[in-house]
């Protein structure tokens, strides 16, 4: 339902004008930017000052503009193999694994190992257009196309730099350049540093764009993943989004032997996913090894004339393949197939004693629901 609504609340920004509610004290609900701000704060792409503040009219940094991106494009859990080292960006940075995302998905480039990024200076609107339309699949156009449509509207077109003629002329033909409609003539002012508030109108185009037609990196990180593997008949999905319900029952594969008769209550055990789950659909809702750790809940051996041995595992965690560690509560006991008559020999005699082999196969049932993003195996927590 809340999916739903945000799609309802988006929409009307889009075709009706309807401003949403102000998420920050210094925004008007009148103010140009006020719908493309509040949306995208909704949405934990921006975010406002410790005072409550948005400040719409500061500049906006590379390094914050690159994890802006990233996030606006809903590619912040990527994993990139090879990261490009910049001089000025050490994997202590704080937006070093974004930049390396802003890189890896094309919105930026680096000519070689060793250039520099210059994260602390301010992101200026011709970067913030060229990202924007690098995110995006289009049409080639020629040099002379792109002055052609910027001159229509531009009083200082024919003054830009080079580079920018056909990221300009891209982003006009998509509707994408940010004009404030206070500016009393309509300029690109392609090196001027840009606003927090133009960044958050750039910010708003590009993800519109890049639901219709992202590059060819964003593309495949935005498809459902597919494939074989364990059916769990009771998951849903939801746009991007899968769903395993609780109270689902999943095969586990423990990694040591477990007993009974010599096991401990409250020992450690670990195991992993022996298959991928998936929906009905085939989307891959947890991948094949994701590794698996719990506890021992209750232990006790078997004993003749006084029980059946009892051997009752709880899980606690999962850690896929994007090193994510999250919640992954289920319960299983272990128990043995058996005919009528030996159902009847075992209660009557009791003594029966209860093991899982290592590799031995164990059935877990789900505490609670797990939601995963099926584009790129992300857990919700």
């Given at each position: 339902?809340?999916?739903?609504?945000?799609?309802?609340?988006?929409?009307?920004?889009?075709?009706?004008?309807?401003?949403?509610?102000?998420?920050?004290p210094?925004?008007?609900?009148?103010?140009?930017?006020?719908?493309?701000?509040?949306?995208?704060?909704?949405?934990?792409?921006?975010?406002?000052?410790?005072?409550?503040?948005?400040?719409?009219?500061?500049?906006?940094?590379?390094?914050?503009?690159?994890?802006?991106?990233?996030?606006?494009?809903?590619?912040?859990?990527?994993?990139?193999?090879?990261?490009?080292?910049?001089?000025?960006?050490?994997?202590?940075?704080?937006?070093?694994?974004?930049?390396?995302?802003?890189?890896?998905?094309?919105?930026?480039?680096?000519d070689?190992?060793?250039?520099?990024?210059?994260?602390?200076?301010?992101?200026?609107r011709?970067?913030?257009?060229?990202?924007?339309?690098?995110?995006?699949t289009?049409?080639?156009?020629?040099?002379?196309?792109?002055?052609?449509?910027?001159?229509?509207?531009?009083?200082?077109?024919?003054?830009?730099?080079?580079?920018?003629?056909?990221?300009?002329?891209?982003?006009?033909?998509?509707g994408?350049?940010?004009?404030?409609?206070?500016?009393?003539?309509?300029?690109?002012?392609?090196?001027?540093?840009?606003?927090?508030?133009?960044?958050?109108?750039?910010?708003?185009?590009?993800?519109?764009?890049?639901?219709?037609?992202?590059?060819?990196?964003?593309a495949?990180?935005?498809?459902?993943?597919?494939?074989?593997?364990?059916?769990?008949?009771?998951?849903?999905?939801?746009?991007?989004?899968?769903?395993?319900?609780?109270?689902?029952v999943?095969?586990?594969?423990?990694?040591?032997?477990?007993?009974?008769?010599?096991s401990?209550?409250?020992?450690?055990?670990?195991?992993?996913?022996?298959?991928?789950?998936?929906?009905?659909?085939?989307?891959?809702?947890?991948?094949?090894?994701?590794?698996?750790?719990?506890?021992?809940?209750?232990?006790?051996?078997?004993?003749?004339?006084?029980?059946?041995?009892?051997?009752?595992?709880?899980?606690?965690?999962?850690?896929?393949?994007?090193?994510?560690?999250?919640?992954?509560?289920?319960?299983?006991?272990?128990?043995?197939?058996?005919?009528?008559?030996?159902?009847?020999?075992?209660?009557?005699?009791?003594?029966?004693?209860?093991?899982?082999?290592?590799?031995?196969?164990?059935?877990?049932?789900?505490?609670?629901?797990?939601?995963?993003?099926?584009?790129?195996?992300?857990?919700?927590?």
């Amino acid at each position: 339902m809340k999916n739903i609504l945000k799609a309802l609340f988006s929409a009307a920004v889009l075709t009706l004008g309807i401003i949403p509610a102000v998420a920050f004290p210094d925004v008007a609900d009148d103010y140009w930017a006020a719908p493309q701000i509040n949306l995208l704060s909704e949405q934990g792409v921006i975010v406002g000052y410790p005072d409550g503040n948005f400040k719409p009219d500061d500049n906006v940094t590379r390094a914050e503009f690159a994890a802006m991106s990233i996030r606006a494009l809903g590619q912040e859990h990527t994993k990139v193999a090879q990261p490009v080292n910049f001089t000025d960006v050490t994997e202590e940075h704080w937006a070093y694994n974004d930049i390396q995302k802003a890189l890896y998905f094309d919105l930026i480039s680096c000519d070689k190992d060793g250039d520099t990024f210059r994260p602390e200076d301010s992101v200026s609107r011709a970067e913030t257009v060229s990202i924007a339309v690098n995110a995006l699949t289009t049409e080639t156009i020629s040099v002379a196309k792109a002055k052609e449509v910027l001159e229509r509207q531009y009083i200082d077109a024919n003054t830009i730099p080079e580079w920018f003629i056909i990221p300009a002329g891209k982003a006009e033909i998509l509707g994408m350049v940010v004009v404030a409609p206070t500016a009393k003539q309509a300029a690109l002012e392609a090196e001027r540093p840009a606003t927090r508030a133009e960044v958050a109108a750039i910010l708003f185009k590009m993800m519109e764009q890049a639901k219709l037609n992202p590059n060819a990196k964003l593309a495949e990180a935005m498809r459902k993943k597919t494939g074989e593997g364990i059916v769990l008949d009771e998951a849903t999905v939801q746009g991007s989004v899968g769903t395993i319900p609780a109270g689902t029952v999943v095969p586990i594969k423990l990694t040591t032997y477990i007993s009974s008769q010599t096991s401990d209550g409250g020992a450690l055990y670990t195991a992993s996913v022996p298959q991928n789950y998936v929906t009905k659909e085939k989307f891959i809702l947890i991948r094949e090894g994701a590794a698996l750790k719990g506890q021992l809940l209750d232990v006790r051996p078997g004993k003749y004339f006084v029980r059946n041995g009892v051997l009752v595992l709880k899980n606690t965690l999962i850690t896929t393949e994007n090193d994510q560690t999250a919640a992954f509560y289920a319960i299983g006991s272990i128990r043995k197939d058996r005919n009528w008559w030996m159902k009847f020999v075992r209660w009557a005699f009791k003594g029966e004693s209860l093991e899982v082999p290592a590799e031995g196969t164990v059935y877990m049932e789900l505490l609670q629901p797990i939601r995963v993003d099926l584009t790129n195996g992300w857990i919700y927590e």
